[in-house]
């Protein structure tokens, strides 16, 4: 019992030694950056009318203004008093809020995914010049149908443009892409500039590769118009004749600058790239060159909220003609590198940004209710006026550990242990409560039309990805985990999960707080009335919520099983299908949620396999809801499932590493693999023929 007890101090000893360590490598961070910022946004509104920043007019300066909290730059040096004093207020620096995440681009249309409008279902194909169409294409696995992601492969009804991961090999292997091998030995080629491919695919005994293009990446088609996105450029292409595509036109990132993402809705194509601030020059900003023009995004066209908390890059959003490749409208704003999500609907873009809380006042707060008895009032105070100081927060956070480690050292050893093991625990206690307030998502809404600014807000936590945000019926409905990470005072406790629901000018309406205690969110769907959502940490709680009211929304029921789903895909009003993993193989459950008070897991599938990018790529999915049959790309091949009659059963498997997507048109399934194009009857899966690229 000694042994345990002794193990046990120096435990608590190394824990508080490691917590101080830590927040002195934080602080020391902070000092460090001083010159440089983080996580505050700011707003933009420009109208170019020639590629460059264009002239607002006061009907657009009055909207903007007329957003509560949201305010004008003057001039460069406002922009950098602005940056100074978010450096000083209450907001601390990025990275110690627990659970934030990268930036990841979201746009969606107005209404969520229903039942009878499943994303990736077939459409009525267009009608080629060259011939007739198929009766029925698949098209991209999206969020909501209506709004276009951009992915590796598309098709317009008769032909498939198809731009396959380039794949490399490491030194030693023979095989190697577009090297050579001596003795034995291969060397890694260059990077390749990669090539899309133009198939000629319906029907399919006419299966044949028409032409390429010279550049590869994700794509995105409107009309006869393909944008190919290629590392730091996008390449719009006029691909009528299909054997000669032509280059139109060409977007080029500035050095500095990384493009985030981009959505295609009504033959217009949205961009948002980011920009790195330079703190001593802030602006004028170039993110972009189009047509050899740049956009050009003055200082005194630059709008921000209050100086809550601080900023490192420029976000642009632009919205471009997908046939001429002209830039119709802009819109810049600052914010934090990380943690952002772009949504869109029919009526406005909704762009977020994670942020920290006032740890100085958090860490009073704590003092004052529970460690009142610990510290002597005198240092709680000191503590307590730091917040009204003029000083950074790396200067703050340094003050008060210096204030703290003090009084440590001035205690006896025995105080010293009992000191560490109540302020831990206490600490625990009071982040359960009060964790909300360390970590938060702003957001500003847009209008869809003209990129002006609708409204702001913010909740607490972060959420997962674009799946998480959802706007229905005018309102926003944020899924979000909080707290379970740690901070420069210790452990936030644990992590919990809430839904928000946020009325169309984002203030507050309703909320379900504290779902799948101590885990986090790891999927989540938003169905018209209804919510779906998973955490994990040991089994999968599978939670079904009413979001009928806004007011009141309420969990409705819950389901405990083993693993997890990363991804939730609903196949009509009573069925959602999860992807996940359980045991570290890939895991297929079949949720029946006809009665949202006791969903049910009605069928699952464990394949032998441990990886499938639909975990993390949504766009590697097809469903085909006419044969009841799903299909996903494996680590040892593809697979295509039926989901009839409420079970799940494997009704082909392609072997091969290098299978990427699937899609349908008419009565026939095409197979995308690295090197080859594989045809299969939609009726029994027998070849029917196969392209070697």
């Not at 169905?527 to 999968?540: E, R, S």
């Not at 091969?656 to 009565?667: F, Q």
Request: with cysteine; glycine share 8%; aromatic share 10%.
């Amino acid at each position: 019992m000694t042994e345990i007890t002794n193990s046990g101090q120096i435990d608590q000893k190394f824990a508080i030694g490691f917590l101080l360590a830590f927040a002195l490598t934080v602080a020391i961070f902070l000092i460090l950056q001083i010159s440089s910022v983080n996580e505050q946004v700011s707003l933009s509104f420009a109208h170019p009318t020639d590629n460059t920043s264009g002239k607002r007019s006061v009907d657009d300066k009055l909207a903007v203004e007329a957003v509560k909290g949201i305010k004008q730059f003057s001039s460069e040096e406002d922009f950098k008093k602005f940056l100074a004093d978010a450096q000083m207020t209450k907001g601390s620096a990025g990275g110690f809020g627990a659970g934030i995440g990268g930036g990841e681009l979201v746009l969606d249309s107005a209404q969520p995914l229903s039942a009878n409008k499943a994303a990736g279902s077939a459409t009525a194909a267009p009608v080629s010049a060259s011939g007739s169409a198929p009766q029925r294409a698949s098209e991209t696995n999206v969020q909501v149908s209506g709004i276009d992601e951009p992915d590796i492969v598309k098709n317009d009804g008769k032909n498939i443009y198809y731009s396959p991961p380039m794949s490399y090999y490491w030194t030693g292997y023979d095989r190697v892409v577009g090297g050579a091998v001596k003795n034995g030995v291969s060397a890694l080629p260059p990077e390749p500039l990669g090539e899309t491919g133009i198939i000629g695919a319906f029907p399919p005994d006419q299966l044949a590769k028409n032409g390429s293009i010279p550049s590869g990446g994700d794509l995105l088609l409107a009309k006869n118009k393909l944008a190919v996105f290629s590392n730091n450029q996008i390449s719009g292409y006029d691909i009528t004749d299909q054997k000669k595509p032509v280059e139109i036109w060409k977007i080029r990132l500035e050095d500095n600058n990384q493009l985030v993402g981009s959505r295609l809705y009504n033959n217009k194509i949205y961009l948002v790239s980011k920009t790195v601030i330079d703190v001593y020059h802030p602006c004028p900003i170039r993110p972009l060159t189009a047509s050899d023009s740049p956009v050009i995004v003055q200082c005194n066209e630059i709008y921000h909220p209050d100086p809550n908390f601080n900023a490192d890059v420029i976000y642009t959003a632009l919205i471009v003609d997908a046939a001429s490749g002209n830039i119709e409208k802009s819109l810049s704003f600052v914010g934090s590198s990380g943690s952002s999500i772009l949504y869109m609907s029919k009526d406005g873009i909704f762009i977020t940004w994670g942020y920290s809380g006032d740890y100085i006042k958090f860490y009073f707060d704590f003092l004052t209710e529970k460690a009142a008895n610990l510290v002597p009032s005198y240092l709680t105070q000191r503590i307590g006026r730091l917040s009204g100081y003029d000083l950074s927060n790396a200067a703050k956070f340094t003050e008060v550990q210096v204030i703290m480690q003090n009084y440590r050292a001035s205690l006896s050893g025995d105080d010293q242990v009992k000191f560490d093991n109540e302020m831990a625990n206490r600490l625990a206690d009071f982040a359960k409560t009060r964790s909300r307030e360390l970590e938060r998502t702003g957001m500003v809404k847009l209008s869809t039309q003209d990129l002006q600014i609708k409204a702001s807000g913010s909740v607490p936590g972060t959420p997962l990805n674009q799946f998480a945000l959802d706007e229905y019926n005018g309102n926003l409905r944020m899924a979000v985990t909080v707290g379970g990470g740690w901070s420069m005072f210790g452990s936030m406790g644990e992590s919990a999960n809430d839904i928000y629901v946020l009325d169309e000018n984002l203030a507050p309406l309703g909320s379900i707080q504290d779902l799948g205690l101590d885990e986090r969110i790891y999927s989540a769907r938003f169905v018209d009335d209804l919510g779906y959502l998973v955490t994990f940490k040991q089994t999968d709680p599978f939670f079904v919520l009413d979001l009928s009211n806004p007011k009141r929304p309420e969990l409705k029921g819950e389901l405990q099983i083993p693993g997890y789903s990363a991804y939730l895909h609903p196949i009509d009003k009573n069925l959602v299908l999860g992807i996940g993993k359980e045991n570290w193989k890939v895991k297929i459950s079949l949720f029946d949620v006809s009665l949202p008070s006791a969903p049910k897991e009605v069928a699952k599938y464990n394949l032998d396999d441990f990886w499938t990018e639909v975990e993390t790529n949504h766009h590697a999915f097809m469903l085909d809801a006419k044969n009841k049959i799903f299909f996903l790309p494996g680590g040892k091949g593809g697979y295509f499932f039926s989901y009839a009659g409420n079970k799940i059963e494997l009704k082909k498997a392609l072997a091969g590493n290098a299978v990427n997507r699937a899609l349908y048109l008419g009565d026939f399934f095409y197979v995308l693999s690295d090197d080859k194009i594989t045809v299969l009857s939609s009726q029994n899966f027998e070849k029917v023929n196969e392209l070697v690229l």
